[in-house]
């Protein structure tokens, strides 16, 4: 389960994140591409856009589902 408290700083402000166990395997950005995407470093994906639309938002919620360390949240800011 994602920890808020070790989320990567470059996630933009909002209910999803990832956090410092991401192993950048880029199953997020497959499933989210509009949200998701590789740190310029290439050792971690993050968010950088909230989910704005219906199909974007099922798209995180999938993306968290295939996720294989559990590291995208869905509990930040509001």
Same mark, same amino acid.
């Given at each position: &389960?994602? %920890?808020? @408290?070790?989320? !990567? #700083?470059?996630? $933009?402000?909002?209910?999803?994140? =990832? ?9 997020? =950005? %497959?499933? @989210? ?5 590789? +740190?310029? *470093?290439?050792?971690?994906? !993050? $968010?950088?856009?909230? #989910?704005?639309?219906?199909? *974007?938002?099922?798209?995180?919620? %999938?993306? &968290? +589902? *295939?996720?294989? $360390? %559990?590291?995208? /949240? *869905?509990? /930040?800011?509001?």
């Amino acid at each position: &389960m994602a %920890d808020k @408290a070790r989320k !990567f #700083p470059d996630n $933009v402000p909002g209910k999803f994140y =990832v956090d410092e166990d991401c192993i950048c395997c880029g199953a997020c =950005v %497959d499933a @989210a591409p509009n949200n998701f995407k590789e +740190s310029a *470093e290439g050792d971690h994906d !993050f $968010v950088y856009k909230q #989910p704005e639309t219906e199909t *974007e938002l099922q798209q995180c919620k %999938d993306a &968290m +589902s *295939e996720c294989p $360390v %559990d590291c995208i /949240g *869905e509990d /930040g800011e509001d």
